[in-house]
T-cell receptor, first 113, second 112 residues
């Protein structure tokens, strides 16, 4: 069974631009969660989607948004990029909602210049 | 107080010895606990999860949970150089509004 896939793997943007990241969960998994990982803050929860609905949200500004499609694929969008948004963005999928075990994708490394 | 706390390390352990990684959490209502391993430049991979007080063993790995003291630990027996990685403790907090909260991780180095 294929694992979680994320595209693109690497991205360079400039301040003020917007970016869209994509995540395809493991086949049959209905929950997708997004995380931001930085050296200083570690892994921080962004949001969780289940059956196309946002079920949970972390403490990030409204510039961070996401959605989930009927095939469980998910996208996250960051508008008006700031230098501090440079990070590894990870998505994780699980069969159902928490506390189901989550499996991570390889991540998208975003650099904002 | 952080919701999930880990000693950032680095923790150095000789090959063949037991590595002990500790994690404390603040939400007494937490029910589910996970240990992830993350190699440099890679994404986290699940090692173990534990829900009940006591020990849970899986090969060379043992997770220990003590809900009264609000700590969870991971023991790695017969440590190998391939165990060198950052170990992340994760806890399902806010029971009823579950989200997975991670500690900042402990960097483990196994010395040959």
């Amino acid at each position: 069974k294929a694992g979680v896939t994320q595209t693109p793997r690497y991205l360079i943007k400039t301040r003020g631009q917007q970016v869209t990241l994509s995540c395809s969960p493991i086949s049959g998994h209905r929950s997708v969660s997004w995380y931001q990982q930085t050296p200083g803050q570690g892994l921080q929860f962004l949001f969780e989607y289940f059956s196309e609905t946002q079920r949970n949200k972390g403490n990030f500004p409204g510039r961070f948004s996401g959605r989930q499609f009927s095939n469980s694929r998910s996208e996250m969008n960051v508008s008006t990029l700031e230098l501090g948004d440079s990070a590894l963005y990870l998505c994780a999928s699980s069969l159902g909602r928490a506390p189901e075990t989550q499996y991570f994708g390889p991540g998208t490394r975003l650099l904002v210049l | 107080q952080k919701e999930v706390e880990q000693n950032s390390g680095p923790l150095s352990v000789p090959e063949g010895a037991i590595a002990s990684l500790n994690c404390t959490y603040s939400d007494r209502g937490s029910q589910s606990f996970f240990w992830y391993r993350q190699y440099s430049g890679k994404s986290p991979e699940l090692i173990m999860f534990i829900y009940s007080n006591g020990d849970k063993e899986d090969g060379r790995f043992t997770a220990q949970l003590n809900k009264a003291s609000q700590y969870v630990s991971l023991l790695i027996r017969d440590s190998q150089p391939s165990d060198s990685a950052t170990y992340l403790c994760a806890v399902i907090t806010n029971f009823g509004n579950e989200k997975l909260t991670f500690g900042t991780g402990t960097r483990l180095t196994i010395i040959p």
